[in-house]
């Protein structure tokens, strides 16, 4: 059966930097529906929305107060019910967050839990008796030194694998169970499409603790948490439970599932509709996210092939999120006018060409940057924030702040740059988050205006890819494999193919006669075909098979 998510390109929304319609420096559920004549003639199919529900945003709202309510700053339920009219008025889905490994600990969950032992709530969380001078055992967590913290009143520790102020469930609880499934039906009847489940494959816990003293050096052991067996009897419950009847899906995000996980969760077993997962994107990483490097295509190239054979229509394809820094500052060039926009609009077919459904995080369209610089006192996210806080000397926090600026979630969450004018038109007050100094040459008006603009080449390349069954349904085959320079690949489906050739440096490169013979040109971000693969150009070709 054809599922409505194959043909649909999904755009994300960072709800907080998106739009804001009351002057109050936030973006907010009514700002998202004033664009949604944008989404509509960006092309756009459905919009997977980040947390919007109330939340202290220790991590901007993934650490949920209640699951049930809208966090003020973005408006009111009965403005997400406009919203989820507006848009299915126009045939864009929408897909909420669902964060349901953690919650806050200003959850009442969790404020009744940790009142006692006896509390009917205390086995909602990972609780683990001991003395406050020896942690139950090293593991250190994705924020904070230890993910353990220690509750004096009951002589406890509870787990938490991200900030402290995000303790993480205890599903092994029957009721936790219940009271997830419940929270997902409300939505769903509330009229949403399906959910992005955060870090879902981190649910069940390897829950034997052993003791470890407190002298013994924390270090990050994803192999405690991550894709343990009952993720799979967990997840069965949850499909059964909620989407049975159901036309609704679910994207799961999985850091570190391997290839083996990933094909019980989408293949075997069917549990989630399609994952993320990140290996592609550090093949310009060292062994630590901050310890960037420049991108190795070959290893790029390879890993992507790789997902794309195995999971066909049911790739996510993307190059960022709410947690990854900009694709152009990131494997394109900045350096330049011309470089930003060329390598904007080539890294644009690289991607969202591929096999599979694409997700565009907001701004992406428009060729967005990282920020151009990054002092200590610009640091608003709290990955940023820890990681700074570990760094001891000048020279250390020097290159700190260099990698944060390189690679920090900061960047990716800057105000959307809609106009030339005041604070780039994303707010009338002081916006909460810097907009990047370059909306002035950087900004959607002026984009809308112009054909041959980066956001005018995202629109062709969103109507070709929900539109074009070569692109929906064809084969991927990668070519030039052993190339440093290129990303080459084709898409074939009967006897028509596509030929994509994507050159990722600033030289002249040079395309073989038999590479382009008897092929026509559907598509490129230079104005004039040239026989030579130039700085940043991508090319896609179509030739009949005989
Ligand atoms: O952000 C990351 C790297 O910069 C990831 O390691 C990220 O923490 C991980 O992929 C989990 O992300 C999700 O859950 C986090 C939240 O902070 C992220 O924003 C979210 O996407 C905790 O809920």
């Known amino acids: ?43 756009v199919g459905a919009i997977w929305l980040n947390p919007i529900y109330d939340s202290p945003n220790d991590d901007m709202g993934y650490d949920i107060r209640d699951y049930r309510k809208v966090q003020n700053m973005f408006g009111s339920i009965e403005d997400l019910k406009l919203l989820i009219h507006e848009l299915h008025k126009v045939d864009i889905k929408l897909i909420m967050d669902l964060v349901v490994n953690h919650t806050s600990d200003e959850h009442k969950w969790f404020v009744e839990s940790s009142k006692s032992k006896e509390n009917p709530f205390h086995d909602y969380y990972i609780w683990v008796d001991g003395i406050a001078e020896e942690r139950p055992n090293s593991l250190a967590s994705f924020f904070t030194p230890s993910a353990w913290t220690y509750n ?69 052991d994803e192999k405690q948490f991550a894709n343990q067996p009952k993720l799979h009897i967990y997840l069965e419950e949850l499909r059964e439970k909620c989407f049975n009847g159901r036309d609704n ?62 999971f066909a229509e049911k790739n996510s394809v993307f190059w960022s999120n709410h947690d990854q820094s900009r694709p152009v500052s990131r494997y394109g060039n900045v350096s330049n006018k011309v470089f930003w926009e060329k390598s904007a609009k080539m890294l644009a077919v690289a991607m969202h060409f591929l096999r599979g459904t694409s997700y565009i995080f907001q701004g992406e369209e428009l060729g967005m940057t990282n920020y151009l610089t990054m002092t200590k ?8 924030i820890e990681y700074y806080k570990t760094l001891k000397t000048d020279d250390e926090k020097e290159k700190g702040l260099k990698a944060i600026l390189k690679r920090g979630r900061e960047n990716a969450r800057s105000p959307i740059h809609w106009t030339s004018g005041l604070n780039a038109g994303f707010t009338t007050a002081v916006p909460w988050a810097r907009v990047n100094n370059n909306y002035l040459d950087i900004n959607a008006q002026d984009q809308l205006l112009n054909d041959g603009s980066v956001l005018s080449f995202y629109k062709k390349i969103i109507y070709l890819k929900s539109n074009d069954s070569l692109l929906i349904d064809g084969e991927f085959e990668l070519l030039r494999a052993k190339d440093k320079k290129v990303f080459a690949y084709s ?6 193919q596509y030929l994509i050739y994507c050159n990722f440096t600033n030289e002249n490169l040079l395309l073989k006669d038999e590479e382009i013979k008897n092929c026509e040109l559907i598509l490129s971000n230079y104005n004039e075909l040239s026989w030579a693969l130039r700085p940043y150009e991508s090319l896609v070709l179509k030739k009949v098979l005989f």
């Open 249 to 310: 899906y679910c994207i799961g995000e999985t850091p570190f599932a391997n290839e083996d996980d990933i094909k019980k969760l989408v293949l075997s077993k069917k549990e989630l509709d399609m994952i993320f997962q990140f290996d592609f994107l550090e093949a310009d990483t060292g062994l630590k996210k901050w310890d960037y490097q420049e991108l190795d295509l070959i290893k790029f190239k390879e890993t992507l092939a790789k997902w794309q054979n195995i």
């Open 1 to 43: 059966m054809n599922k409505w998510w194959k043909n649909r390109v999904v755009y994300q929304i960072y709800p907080i930097s998106f739009c804001d319609s009351n002057g109050d420096g936030f973006g907010d559920i009514k700002g998202i529906i004033s664009k949604i004549d944008y989404l509509k003639d960006l092309g």
């Open 491 to 496: 898409r074939t489906l009967g006897n028509t």
């Open 377 to 384: 006192d610009d640091l608003f996210d709290i990955e940023s």
């Open 152 to 220: 004096d009143e009951i002589k406890q520790w509870y787990l938490h694998l991200f900030s402290e102020k995000q303790p993480d469930l205890n599903w092994e609880n029957e009721k936790v169970r219940e009271q997830v499934y419940s929270i997902i039906n409300f939505w769903f009847d509330l009229g949403i499409d399906g959910f992005r489940m955060d870090v879902i494959n981190l649910i069940a816990k390897n829950l034997k603790f052993d003791s470890i003293s407190i002298d013994s050096d924390t270090k990050f």
